[in-house]
């Protein structure tokens, strides 16, 4: 008990509370320079989602690694400090309530920060006039989709966490009862390009998935795999590769099996609307400031069809749309050469996230509290100052 | 008369004839002047410029600022051009303005790489005329490094390419009513000239009336006519159209006249009359009546003829434009131009630091304590009213880009200074007051000249939104304004415990520290919420709250810092000294949130980006570490000095 009171009075005290807003602080700022050079997903995983990481410290021609704790283990210990020092060990008096309502803000605040990271999931929505949809797309994780003429409209639906992993000497087999094969994924790239060696033991047709680096936006990366089928009743296999490829659209990997056509595709990410709906894109607007090419708004008409019921909706910049938890935004639109009478396409940002007001809350509250202790504090400087001598 | 009075009468006659003509002569090399009231009435005409409709005189500012780096220049015969009179040379007096030296080059290598010859001097300012034999060498460059990234781009290369767009401007420029000031052949014995009989040339203004009219009946007739016939009628108005289409074209920046439809939002320029957009039907008439009142003044008949076509002009642009809801303003931004508030802000800030350096001479003497106090405060108040005024044109809140965030920063600094002094009247946040408006005013005015564009421009569409430019730009905003005013006290605090000031004034230290940590508090409150908002927009906007962005690391690391100095006082980890070190940091920081991460080029944030203050920002930067590093010092020097004085006291014992 009495070391329990110990860690607790540790965990608790000011110290702890410098040395992890110091580290953060750390964090932030060599992860903000790192965006130059990795740009800002990869800088972003490293720095703010993980537990340790080593640091490139360029002290002129030199480089130092320096290791530090990651965002991710300071923001928990930030937590558990604020909890017990902020909260629980504070003073609470007439002269610190200030300081206790803006604590449980932040605490909110951080709060709202783990379930938007652990529970959220976000995507685009790309919609030409007139075309609807109920899904949007990942920006960055990948799935691979398996369709034959065998299973009619099914589609079957592999997600990237199950094969990440299989790379380099990895593989990974995947099974399913309505489908005559196995089907074994290898090598796969997150980022790849495809290059000719007819004497990679790799190489399909002569060609071979060429590794790259991750790309500085990482909506640009372009992943790529190879796959084997394994033919359930003969053993006999087949091999092909699939790679997503962000300029033109991508197509499956097809082959015949037993005289049935399948194909499999690897592509972004899609996700079903939960409880189902339909958006519909009626009219996209897009607005200069005269006589220039900057625009000054861009908008979009679109009609919500669930249920057999429609509702007219206009989405602009700053003005989403919130249903049943997702929320639309206007992101950007295209074609961006388009001519005058040329269809366009607006992007909608779907974010679906349980904390998506949190923040707006933990702000009034966070605002409501430091303005309290703030002006108790001003009111007693304000009297101190009356009482001190002038010169 | 006497033969020989006679004789000397004819002399001196003929010397004063001479006389005349080299009087002449030296008007037409002397720049034209202009009378008063003509500069007025053109400084208020309507234009659309970048999106917004402004005063001609924004445009003529901005433009010069842009060529020259200044808003005056001297001719050679040794005349101030201002603005709006130097833009009327260009216009309406082109081969002088050709040799005004207002194209500005800061190095040599500029000049030299296109085959000139430098000036003596290393910045130096030279003229359209001088340019000229190398302008296809210089083209041929600028389009070389246009293709290379702006950031890897040498100092001379982006040179090159600023100097390169700057001539294209000034050649539209004195190119803007070629149209008008030419006259056009009318092939004989055809329609045209009998459409036209007052002779075989016709002015712009008279062809743009008649020539829908000639097409129209051409058109009509085409199947009667012979065929030689018709392709004669045709040639001579197709010649016609495009000797006035090649002049046309450089009147595109003179975009003064608002469309009489009124469902169209982009005004026309003369460039608008032969547009082959509505199938060389009818201009817009009032398009066609400003080309009238405009060539009547390119004609230069004199002051007077000039003056009444302009009244006329700006009669019609001042009511169409009125008549759109587009005029309203006008008035109000040449009024805050001319009345140069932030001019004259500037330079009281400076006559006040003066004042308050006489108050350190003069210690208590209460006079001139608040004639120095009223410096602060006059230089202030035309700040804000200059602040206002840019609201009331943009009909936006006082932030919504970089330039206005250094008028406000300084505005919210020194007014937060001045309540501190009202509060304890030692003269210190008064002096820092002083100090950081003359600062703040002197690096706007110097971003505002190296920008050279207008510093009121249309927002990108993300940033359409009043309710967030007022709520989270204006409170991160203070929050910067904050953590420099406290990180400035410091330095007083510093400097002063370093050089033994006032030693023993106990007081002074303890309401020095106060204050410090007392803006460091409001400075906080404003950045944690202004950062928080910020997220909230972003969540309204692009869908995340927190995205890691180097804009919002920035704010996070004010909040940051900030939170750590609070908390390592409450431990009894720093005391005074440490929260005086500490705020310097504090500067540093809001220095970089403010300034440094638009250097990184990357993230959202990109309507922000600028370049070229690197060097401002390092020096500041280096500067303010040996700051630390003295104040550590000083920490050092005490604990010494007081375990010596222990020592003492015990070996006494």
């Known amino acids: ?391 | 008369m006497k033969p020989l009075t006679a004789t000397l009468c004819l002399a001196l006659a003929i010397a004063a004839s001479f006389d005349v003509e080299a009087q002449l002569a030296l008007n037409e090399n002397a720049t034209p002047t202009w009378d008063e009231e003509i500069l007025e009435l053109a400084a208020i005409l309507p234009i659309q410029e970048g999106g917004r409709v402004k005063p001609l005189d924004t445009f003529a500012q901005f433009t010069m600022l842009k060529l020259n780096g200044k808003r005056f220049m001297t001719t050679e015969d040794g005349k101030k051009l201002y603005p709006v009179e130097w833009l009327l040379n260009c216009l309406f007096y082109p081969e002088h303005a050709r040799n005004f030296k207002h194209f500005r080059v800061d190095f040599d290598e500029v000049i030299t790489s296109v085959g000139l010859e430098a000036h003596d001097e290393k910045r130096s300012n030279y003229s359209y005329n001088e340019l000229a034999p190398a302008r296809s060498k210089m083209f041929q460059l600028a389009g070389q490094y246009s293709q290379k990234e702006a950031k890897l781009r040498e100092p001379v290369e982006q040179q090159i390419l600023n100097l390169a767009h700057n001539m294209l401007q000034f050649e539209s420029l004195i190119g803007a009513l070629d149209l008008l000031r030419n006259t056009y052949h009318v092939e004989p014995d055809t329609a045209l000239a009998a459409a036209f009989p007052d002779g075989d040339h016709v002015a712009a203004s008279v062809a743009l009336k008649r020539l829908p009219g000639i097409i129209e009946s051409l058109r009509s007739q085409a199947n009667e006519m012979e065929k030689e016939r018709l392709d004669k009628e045709v040639a001579a108005v197709s010649d016609l159209v495009q000797a006035m289409q090649a002049q046309a074209a450089s009147g595109a920046v003179l975009t003064i006249v608002p469309p009489t439809d009124a469902s169209r939002s982009e005004w026309l320029s003369p460039a608008n009359s032969l547009a082959s957009e509505n199938n060389f039907g009818p201009a817009d008439p009032r398009l066609i009546s400003a080309i009238t009142h405009l060539e009547k003044m390119a004609a230069l008949t004199g002051p007077g003829d000039f003056m009444a076509s302009l009244e006329a002009l700006h009669g019609e642009l001042e009511t169409a434009a009125a008549s759109r809801g587009e005029y309203s303003k006008i008035p109000v931004e040449v009024h805050f131009y001319k009345w140069k508030y932030l001019f004259y802000s500037q330079w009281i800030y400076v006559l006040s630091f003066v004042l308050v350096a006489f108050t350190w001479l003069l210690p208590g003497n209460r006079t001139l304590h608040w004639a120095a106090f009223t410096a602060v405060l006059v230089p202030t108040v035309l700040l804000v009213i200059g602040i206002t005024l840019r609201c009331i044109i943009r009909s936006r809140p006082p932030v919504s880009t970089l330039y206005e965030t250094l008028l406000f920063i300084t505005a919210v600094a020194v007014l937060v200074a001045l309540i501190l002094e009202v509060i304890n009247r030692r003269g210190v946040a008064m002096a820092m007051g002083s100090f950081l408006g003359m600062v703040g005013m002197f690096l706007a005015f110097r971003y505002e000249a190296k920008e050279g564009v207008d510093t009121m421009p249309q927002l990108v569409a993300v940033l359409d939104t009043n309710f967030w430019l007022a709520t989270h730009v204006t409170t991160v905003t203070m929050g910067y304004a904050a953590g420099l005013l406290a990180g400035a006290l410091a330095h007083l605090y510093i400097f002063g415990r370093l050089f033994r000031y006032k030693e023993g004034d106990k007081s002074l230290y303890k309401t020095l520290a106060r204050m410090t940590y007392g803006v460091l508090c409001f400075g906080l409150l404003f950045a944690i919420v202004g950062t928080i908002l910020g997220g909230i927009w972003a969540n309204d906007s692009w869908g995340r709250f927190w995205g890691w962005d180097p804009k919002e690391n920035g704010a996070l690391l004010i909040c940051l810092w900030g939170l750590i100095m609070l908390h390592a006082r409450m431990g009894g980890y720093i005391k005074d000294l440490g929260i005086a070190n500490c705020s310097v940091v504090m500067g540093m920081i809001v220095a970089f949130s403010w300034w440094g991460v638009n250097l990184l080029g990357v993230g959202l944030h990109s309507y922000g980006f600028t370049s070229g203050i690197m060097n401002l920002l390092m020096v500041f930067w280096m500067a303010e570490t040996v700051v630390v590093a003295v104040g550590l010092h000083v920490g050092l020097r005490d604990r010494v000095s007081r375990r010596v004085s222990q020592d003492a006291q015990e070996q006494g014992a």
């Not at chain 1, 610190?96 to 803006?102: E, Q």
């Not at chain 1, 991750?214 to 053993?235: F, M, R, S, W």
């Open chain 1, 1 to 391: 008990m009495k070391y329990l009171s110990k860690l607790f009075h540790f965990l608790a005290s000011y110290g702890v509370a410098v040395v992890i807003l110091f580290f953060l602080l750390l964090d932030t700022l060599f992860g903000t320079l790192a965006q130059v050079e990795m740009g800002l997903y990869e800088a972003q995983k490293k720095y703010f989602e993980s537990f340790f990481l080593i640091h490139d410290l360029r002290l002129w021609k030199l480089t130092v690694p320096l290791p530090l704790p990651g965002g991710y283990l300071l923001m928990i210990l930030l937590f558990i400090n604020l909890l017990s020092g902020g909260i629980i060990r504070a003073r609470k008096s007439w002269r610190t309530p200030g300081i206790l309502i803006s604590h449980i803000g932040i605490l909110f605040m951080l709060l709202g920060g783990g379930v938007t990271y652990w529970y959220s999931t976000s995507g685009y929505m790309r919609l030409y006039e007139g075309q609807s949809a109920d899904e949007f797309v990942s920006y960055y994780d990948w799935e691979l989709a398996i369709s034959g003429t065998a299973v009619g409209s099914k589609e079957f639906v592999i997600p990237d966490d199950h094969f990440r992993h299989a790379h380099g000497d990895q593989h990974q087999d995947f099974q399913m009862a309505e489908l005559p094969f196995t089907l074994r994924v290898s090598g796969f790239l997150n980022n790849c390009g495809v290059a000719s060696d007819p004497n990679d033991p790799n190489a399909v047709d002569g060609v071979v998935l060429e590794p790259r680096g991750p790309a500085k936006e990482a909506e640009q990366n372009e992943a790529g795999c190879y796959l084997t089928v394994i033919d359930k009743e003969t053993g006999g296999s087949l091999r092909g590769l699939v790679r997503y490829d962000i300029f033109r659209p991508s197509p499956p990997w097809t082959f015949e099996l037993d005289g049935q056509e399948w194909g499999i595709e690897l592509r972004h990410k899609r996700y079903k609307m939960d409880p189902s709906f339909t958006i519909k894109l009626d009219k996209f607007t897009r607005n200069l400031h005269p006589g220039t090419s900057m625009a000054s708004n861009f908008s979009s008409d679109v009609t919500k069809i669930e249920d057999g019921s429609t509702r007219q909706i206009h989405i602009k910049m700053n003005e989403p749309l919130r249903h049943h938890g997702y929320t639309f935004f206007q992101s950007s639109w295209g074609p961006q050469n388009a001519g005058p009478n040329e269809r366009l396409y607006s992007v909608f940002s779907v974010v679906q996230n349980p904390a998506d007001q949190w923040p707006k809350w933990a702000c009034y509250i966070i605002a409501f509290g430091m303005t309290l202790h703030f002006t108790q504090k001003l009111i007693r400087y304000l009297k101190r100052e009356r009482r001190s001598p002038k010169t």
